[in-house]
Nanobody, 129 residues
Framework: QVKVVESGGGSVQAGGSLRLSCAAS????????MGWFRQGPGKERVGVAA???????SYADSVKGRFTISLDAAKNTLYLQMNSLKPDDTAMYFC???????????????????????WGQGTQVTVSS
């Protein structure tokens, strides 16, 4: 079973930057997908960005141009570089992994046929004005 562990959250002022990391292990198939979700206070969990193992990426409209998702395949580590942070970006951020992935990345999420998703515990990001 795939396991993922997030790190890198914290507190920052508006306009600042943070980088989140997600270490993954246990993939059974080279075709996979990973993504970042966030859940703000009193809100639903929503997709932020996703990347497939072949390099396809997708972002939610709210973060386009500010966030960059990347994958170090050798380390099986996912990153989310977050720049120009806003108070609205305050949320718990979760990493999700999808194994045996046959689908598309769209709207900041992995969709189609897959095993999973496998979730991490989350890491808090707080942006103050």
């Amino acid at each position: 079973q795939v396991k993922v562990v997030e790190s890198g959250g914290g507190s920052v002022q508006a306009g600042g930057s943070l980088r989140l990391s997600c270490a993954a292990s246990g993939f059974m198939n080279s075709r996979n997908c990973m993504g970042w979700f966030r859940q703000g206070p009193g809100k639903e969990r929503v997709g932020v960005a996703a990347i497939a193992s072949d390099g396809r990426t997708s972002y939610a409209d709210s973060v386009k141009g500010r966030f960059t998702i990347s994958l170090d395949a050798a380390k099986n580590t996912l990153y989310l570089q977050m720049n120009s942070l806003k108070p609205d970006d305050t949320a718990m951020y979760f990493c999700a992994a999808y194994d045996h992935f046959f689908g598309e990345v769209a709207g900041g999420t992995c969709g189609g046929d897959y095993y999973g998703p496998y979730w991490g515990q989350g890491t808090q990001v707080t942006v103050s004005s």
